[in-house]
T-cell receptor, first 111, second 115 residues
Framework: DAKTTQPTSMDCAEGRAANLPCNHS???????VYWYRQIHSQGPQYIIH???NNETNEMASLIITEDRKSSTLILPHATLRDTAVYYC????????????FGSGTRLQVQP | SAVISQKPSRDICQRGTSLTIQCQVDSQVTMMFWYRQQPGQSLTLIAT?????????ESGFVIDKFPISRPNLTFSTLTVSNMSPEDSSIYLC????????????FGPGTRLTVL
């Protein structure tokens, strides 16, 4: 699975969009980009995943660049409850293997 | 998505003792995984719990220290044996990669403190 690089921490004002970047320059054609978040001391929560098209669900949007070497998770209207560690994970679709977590981005939403 | 419960949610144990953590899923799943999260760290995979066969352990984790059972497709246990303070962590059960879901879901975790 390709390695990912994320900023260690970010701040965002409540009500504004939070844009969390992820670099995965060695991603290969069959690897998906997954995003999870972990609110303090809870189990990680699945947010969204995609291959090459932009994806949107009720929680967030995922924008993947055309060359697929980076992506951005967008929380359109951040709230205090969105304060968490956000993990970007790249994983091949084949094989029943567990996700490998990096260190993630600690997002602090400020009132 | 799968609903996963873990017992206990937290425990404080004495060094040298063992603790068994239970993971229950509300539907049958093929793949179950156990992770450890040490204080201030990210998640590390301990093992994949295989139904009907021995668990597959990651480098650095051994069966004698972390025995795992998987008696059926909805239940698994992880035992932390002969505990030391270094075993103080959150232990997380995870399931996924089923015919109806192409991702993983996580339980709430078990917070273990070893004195």
């Amino acid at each position: 699975d390709a390695k990912t690089t994320q900023p260690t921490s970010m701040d965002c004002a409540e009500g504004r969009a939070a844009n969390l970047p992820c670099n995965h320059s060695t991603i290969s054609g069959n690897e998906y980009v997954y995003w999870y978040r972990q609110i303090h001391s809870q189990g990680p929560q699945y947010i969204i995943h995609g291959l090459k098209n932009n994806e949107t669900n009720e929680m967030a949007s995922l924008i993947i660049t055309e060359d697929r070497k980076s992506s951005t998770l967008i929380l359109p209207h951040a709230t205090l409850r969105d304060t968490a560690v956000y993990y970007c994970i790249v994983r091949g679709y084949t094989g029943r293997r567990a996700l490998t977590f990096g260190s993630g981005t600690r997002l602090q939403v400020q009132p | 998505s799968a609903v996963i419960s873990q017992k206990p949610s937290r425990d404080i144990c004495q060094r040298g003792t063992s603790l068994t953590i239970q993971c229950q899923v509300d539907s049958q799943v093929t793949m179950m995984f156990w992770y450890r999260q040490q204080p201030g760290q990210s998640l590390t995979l301990i093992a994949t719990a295989n139904q009907g066969s021995e668990a597959t352990y990651e480098s650095g984790f051994v069966i004698d220290k972390f025995p795992i059972s998987r008696p059926n497709l909805t239940f698994s246990t992880l035992t932390v044996s002969n505990m030391s303070p270094e075993d103080s962590s959150i232990y997380l059960c995870s399931v996924g990669w089923t015919a109806s879901t192409d991702t993983q879901y996580f339980g709430p975790g078990t917070r273990l403190t070893v004195l």
